[in-house]
């Protein structure tokens, strides 16, 4: 009788309700690369996203340069909208309305401010070359701050 009491107890220690994934947080959790963006892309463009299940992010970004920016910075996910704040403070630019794909493969970005602005990233790694060549934002000074950031 005492043994079925503890196998009892023990199986009722394992049955303590989970908490609820957003499926959006969930979905957003990885590397993407920009493949379109509503204001035009060009060669000279490219942007990596990681987003990291700590809730922290690294964009990677070769916008106004001819080399790849780095910041970090922490995000969240509430409901549909992700926003987020980079490590020296600075707010995001914008919140943004996030769709997952079907397959998965991909993320839409809209700029909550302005539903006209519209960025789709697809799932890929960030080459090695990007993560060692990226200049921090703290590495090169004030240019660096004065950058308009992607996100």
């Known amino acids: ?12 220690v394992g049955c303590e309700p989970q908490e609820k994934v957003n499926p959006i947080q969930a979905g957003v959790v990885g590397e993407w690369k920009l493949s379109s963006w509503s204001d035009g892309m060009s060669e000279d463009i490219e942007v990596y996203a990681v987003f990291n299940n700590d809730m922290t992010f690294t964009l990677y970004q070769k916008v106004q340069y001819v080399y790849f920016v780095k910041y ?3 995000y969240l996910v509430t409901e549909n909208v992700l926003s987020g704040t980079y490590d020296d403070g600075k707010a ?3 919140s943004y309305t996030v769709t997952l794909g079907a397959d998965g493969q991909t993320i839409e970005l809209v700029n909550s401010a302005n ?4 960025s789709i990233f697809a799932k ?4 090695q070359d990007v993560i060692d060549s990226a200049v921090s934002m703290t590495s090169r000074g004030e240019e660096i701050y004065m950058l308009d950031r992607f996100l």
């Open 92 to 94: 995001w630019g914008a």
């Open 1 to 12: 009788m005492a043994i079925m009491a503890a196998l009892c107890i023990m199986a009722s």
């Open 72 to 74: 970090t910075g922490q």
């Open 115 to 118: 539903i006209d602005d519209i």
């Open 124 to 127: 890929s790694t960030v080459p």
